[in-house]
């Protein structure tokens, strides 16, 4: 399982620099303008810069409209300033064509700059609040569009979580259905330490966290810690091996 981190400042990046060995992805974000808030192409430039060249750069492209056109010119700024991935919070897309329409649009701009690039559909485990597409629809607008991955979050942070709105066991069909369409399944929603037994169990490619890791709990007000990271990575590491040890126990 890989550990993406979203730092929102070069500041936070530096903070995420000093914990590189514990970090798989750096994730630039603006929590302050939404779930997938969408950062500043400079910011991303400047992140790039301030971490390991060996690790990859991610960039939310917000929590985008339906509008294909403009999402694919945020998408491939992004792609311009330094991210190798790129992610889009389909939050304006009511019917899974509307979210496809988007997605292809973005894979298109995307791969056409840098086709080693990594394209997320990402969508909203409250979509139920918001009125977006299902959570379980994700996997399928990936595939249909060519994107790489289907990740969920949480659309709205008012301390519910990923689990409060796709339990464990729904969260486990998604993964599934991303499996078996091959591609990346990417969880995220105010995760915290005690959720990973069940996200290892469940199979996810990649877990997105950010107040886990940040003084106080608090994606907004608190700051990455360097030594939060550590622990939220050795907490990965270790239900990994008690996975692995009890799998390997029954066959």
């Not at 730092?7 to 990046?13: C, H, I, Q």
């Not at 796709?166 to 990417?186: G, I, K, M, Q, S």
């Amino acid at each position: 399982m890989l550990l993406l981190i979203s730092p929102d400042s070069v500041e936070e990046a530096l903070d995420c620099a000093k914990a590189a060995e514990h970090l798989d992805i750096v994730d630039v974000k603006k929590p302050d303008e939404g779930s997938l808030g969408a950062n500043f192409p400079w910011v991303i430039r400047e992140i790039r810069e301030a971490v390991p060249a060996d690790k990859p750069v991610s960039a939310t492209v917000g929590d985008v409209p339906y509008k294909p056109g403009t999402v694919a010119q945020a998408a491939l700024g992004a792609a311009v300033s330094g991210a190798t991935y790129i992610k889009v919070g389909l939050y304006g897309c009511t019917t899974p064509e509307q979210a496809v329409d988007v997605m292809r649009g973005v894979v298109r701009a995307v791969k056409d700059y840098r086709p080693d690039a990594f394209v997320v559909a990402s969508g909203y485990a409250d979509a139920h609040r918001i009125g977006c597409v299902n959570p379980l629809a994700l996997p399928d607008i990936a595939l249909r569009s060519g994107a790489d991955a289907a990740m969920l979050d949480t659309a709205i942070k008012d301390g519910t979580r990923l689990f409060d709105h796709v339990p464990p066991d729904v969260c486990a069909e998604f993964v599934r259905l991303a499996h078996e369409a091959e591609l990346l399944a990417a969880l995220a929603g105010s995760v915290k330490a005690g959720d990973l037994g069940e996200l290892t169990r469940i199979g996810t490619d990649i877990v997105g966290v950010r107040g886990a890791v940040c003084e106080g709990g608090d994606r907004n007000a608190g700051r990455i810690q360097p030594h939060l990271v550590a622990a939220f990575r050795a907490e990965m590491d270790r239900h990994a091996r008690e996975y692995e040890a009890a799998v390997t126990a029954v066959s």
